[in-house]
């Protein structure tokens, strides 16, 4: 069974720092582009950061603050977010692309097919 579960959300003031993870399960795990959403309530859902072997992508607003990465070994991505700021809570969910082999350019939910629980960021100013 693929799965997907995220772990390591919370509540933090502005300015501080929280690190997600996922762990996946049921398929090749370093054969998939990976990435981390976000959606706030009564707003869409947004890419915030991908990755696939050395190829990283991050949302114009996450840049220089948020860092993604995985351990294929353990099976396992990241996302340590440092600098946060109000407009950045919401749900966080990590996602496995459709298509192993590559990861395109960042943020169409509907090309990810394999979604995880989600994890609330709560941030407080």
């Known amino acids: 069974q693929v799965q997907l579960v995220e772990s390591g959300g919370g509540s933090v003031q502005a300015g501080g720092s929280l690190r997600l993870s996922c762990v996946a399960s049921g398929y090749t795990y370093s054969s998939y582009c990976m990435g981390w959403f976000r959606q706030a309530p009564g707003k869409e859902r947004e890419g915030v950061a991908s990755?696939?072997?050395?190829?990283?992508r991050y949302a114009d607003s996450v840049k220089g603050r948020f860092t993604i990465s995985r351990n294929n070994a353990e099976k396992a991505l990241y996302l340590q977010m440092n600098s946060l700021k109000p407009e950045d809570a919401g749900m966080y969910y990590c996602?496995?692309?459709?298509?192993?082999?590559?990861?395109?350019?960042?943020?169409?939910?509907?090309?990810?097919?394999?979604w995880g629980q989600g994890t609330q960021v709560t941030v407080s100013s």
């Open positions: 996602a496995r692309l459709r298509w192993p082999g590559y990861c395109p350019p960042l943020g169409i939910p509907a090309e990810y097919n394999v």
């Open positions: 990755i696939y072997a050395d190829t990283t």
